[in-house]
């Protein structure tokens, strides 16, 4: 399949989705939305792709925002069903997919490129990254999911700091309050976060599934429940005979 806004390349069991729009700092409008979504279904169906990595074209920006010019003349109901279709299309799928997503935040990660970095399952930013929700200064509030998914990420309290303030905050700033895992330097943001991805293609899959779909009811009054049935019906597939079995054989599990 060609793209138009973005990169995808394979390599080994890891795939790389690159935002590629660099003459708008990689800004999101509604194709490169659609493009992404669509390359995650093809990733998902592909049994050789074990984790996706997601990351932006240069090294000034992962994603700078959502394309203003796209809705700077919308309604209230165009603008409810525009962040209601990325929300459905992108940023509800990223979190919720079955293969695990590590978003290199390579620069800029403001308004819809932070809600982006948030739906991944794992983020590594580079040392020159900026994080940051801007919309109150356009009158607006986040629309993909960020202000949800912020405090979760770093609690209530910073998150309303940093949505009403719309400040930007540094890499290591994001790193001390836990909305990215690691920083690293920008040469070798990407080297890192594939090392990372090789890492979890090599555990099961069906149980990084299953983890995925627990986590994701963390916070919910369905949490434990869903810890409990998910770790059940583990046992009755073959990624649990094959690691229980390498286990005994002291071997390295082949999953």
């Known amino acids: ?9 394979k390599e080994d069991r890891l795939a ?3 935002i590629n729009r660099p003459q708008s700092l990689n800004a999101l409008n509604a194709k490169t939305i659609q493009e992404i979504s669509s390359a995650i279904d093809v990733l998902n169906s592909d049994a050789s792709c074990r984790v996706i990595i997601l990351t932006g074209s240069g090294e000034k920006s992962f994603v700078a925002g959502a ?5 700077s ?4 109901e165009k603008a409810e069903e525009l962040a209601r279709n990325g929300q459905n299309t992108l940023f509800n799928k990223i979190e919720n997919t079955t293969k695990p997503i590590i978003a290199a935040v390579n620069g800029f ?3 819809g490129g932070l809600e982006l970095a948030m739906a991944c399952h794992i983020r590594y930013a580079s040392e020159n990254a900026k994080l940051g929700l801007p919309e109150v200064t356009l009158g607006l509030i986040p629309g993909y999911g960020g202000t949800q998914r912020l405090p979760k990420l770093v609690g209530k309290g910073i998150a309303n700091e940093m949505i009403f303030s719309a400040k930007m905050i540094p890499a290591q700033r994001a790193k001390e309050i836990g909305l990215v895992n690691e920083v690293y330097p920008i040469e070798e943001l990407l080297t890192k976060t594939k090392e990372l991805a090789s890492i ?4 099961s899959p069906m149980a990084i599934s299953k983890a995925i779909q627990a986590v994701n009811l963390s ?3 369905k949490g434990f429940e869903s810890e409990i049935k ?8 073959a990624d649990k005979q094959e690691g229980v079995t390498a286990f005994i054989e002291k071997r390295k599990p082949n999953f």
């Open 1 to 9: 399949m060609s793209y138009e806004n973005i990169l995808l390349e």
């Open 16 to 18: 790389v989705i690159t």
């Open 67 to 71: 394309d203003i010019k796209e809705f």
């Open 73 to 76: 003349d919308f309604g209230q």
């Open 109 to 111: 990660a403001l308004g």
């Open 200 to 203: 979890i293609a090599g555990n």
């Open 219 to 221: 916070d919910t009054d």
């Open 230 to 237: 998910y770790f059940g019906e583990l046992f009755d597939m």
